[in-house]
């Protein structure tokens, strides 16, 4: 959520920065609500504020005229004229700050002035690893090599739950486990972070406080339960954000690194007819999540960070890869900059996205009420929090068995997942 001080302070710096983004017509038109809706805010509650004044003097004016056996019918009927108006205040303030919070909550973070201006077409590739080798046979889709070898069950799955539920078989479930259990030993083994087991249903007041609700619930994409108002989690960023929610942290606990496995589940409503293949766009799907709590004077660095620890699965992989900047107005909505982790899948000759690394600076925070103190007696700030996945398994999944695939129609095993998977091949001939 965005400082409702600063926009009230600035409206036309709110305005420039958010157009960033796009859609100018429609950010000016939330601004300058915002800016009446705050304005006629403040005027009630000065306003009550004074009548309330007024009341508690007429109240004490009473009571000494009955004190002293004199009427006191005139201000008795004051009283209750004020008491009336007062009521009104109440129910319109309460009707004007519903609105406030509704904009307020539905309005992006802003983007970092490094962030390039544009769409998609304007991502920025920052750097890249490894070598795209010319494959030296005519080289199969994940789909089927998975069919092939027996661990990819893709028609299972939909007849139990529908297309996006995938099932995996033999060397392919034990695949799932081995990258999960690699990825959370190298995150929290070498790069610091506590291991959670999080809830995989949520409040609405966790959603809200990471930014799902109400636009990734609004957008359609939410699996909800409303009769228990819990919704299944995304991602584990939402639960791992909001075990500190309304919390004051110690300074001296900062940075806080918590990485997570978990489930996750997307509707992917605004995604219809992409990508239906395989696995390249699933609504249930595994992953490993990193979650940091920033001073903010800290953040930025921190998100090179993370992103790195991202890179070092892939790079441990042997995975070709390259790191793009999102443009503004590709950045996900509470993300204040965004790197996004594509890998190569020579089988579907495409780059695909299995980590997207972002600093949510500040914007988190204040909806989750997550603050501390930078020094003993000092005033409470905002933490800044970042995320990033490492990684999403489906599309490394994907990488993974068209890269490594051999012309047998077996599928070599990188070396550091060897020890995991118990195997340094998949399969043999097909």
Known sequence: MLDLRQIRQDPDAFRAALARRGNAAQTDAAVARVVEMDAERRALIQEGDELKARRNAASQAVAERKRAKESADDVIVEVRSIGERIREIDARLREVEG????????????????????????????????????????????????????????????????????????MGARLQRALINFFLDLHTREH????????????????????????????????????DGLYLIP????????????????????????????????????????????LLRLHQFDKVEMVRFERPEHSWD????????????????????????LAAGDTGFGSAKTYDLEVWAPGVAKWLEVSSASNMTDFQARRAGIRYR?????????????????????????ALL?????????????????????ADRIGGTC
């Open 302 to 325: 921190a998100l090179e960070r993370i992103t790195g620890h991202a890179e070092k699965v892939l790079q441990l992989l042997g995975l070709p890869y390259r790191v793009l900047l």
């Open 374 to 398: 930078p020094e003993p007696g000092a005033r409470p700030e905002l933490v800044h929090t970042l995320n990033a996945s490492g990684l999403a398994l489906p599309r490394t999944v994907v």
């Open 402 to 422: 068209e890269t490594y695939q051999q012309e047998d129609g077996s599928v070599s095993v990188p070396e550091v997942l060897r020890p995991y998977l118990g």
């Open 192 to 227: 610091g972070y506590t291991e959670v087991e999080p809830p995989f249903l949520v409040t609405r007041e966790s959603m809200q406080g990471t930014g799902q609700y109400p636009k990734f619930v609004e957008d359609g994409d939410a699996y909800e339960l409303p009769e």
């Open 235 to 278: 991602t584990s960023e939402v639960p791992l954000v909001n075990l500190h929610r309304d919390e004051m942290l110690e300074a001296a606990r900062l940075p806080i690194a918590l990485a997570a496995y978990s489930p996750c589940f997307r509707r992917e409503a605004g995604a219809a007819g992409k990508d239906t293949r395989g």
């Open 99 to 170: 609105e406030l919070d509704g904009i307020l909550l539905r309005l992006p973070n802003l983007v970092h002035e490094s962030v390039p201006a544009g769409g998609e077409e304007a991502n920025a590739v920052v750097r890249s690893w490894g070598e795209v080798a010319e494959p030296a046979f005519a080289l199969k889709p994940h789909w089927e090599i998975g069919a092939a070898l027996g661990i990819l069950d893709l028609a299972g799955g939909a007849k139990v739950a529908g297309s996006g539920f995938p099932a995996y078989r033999g």
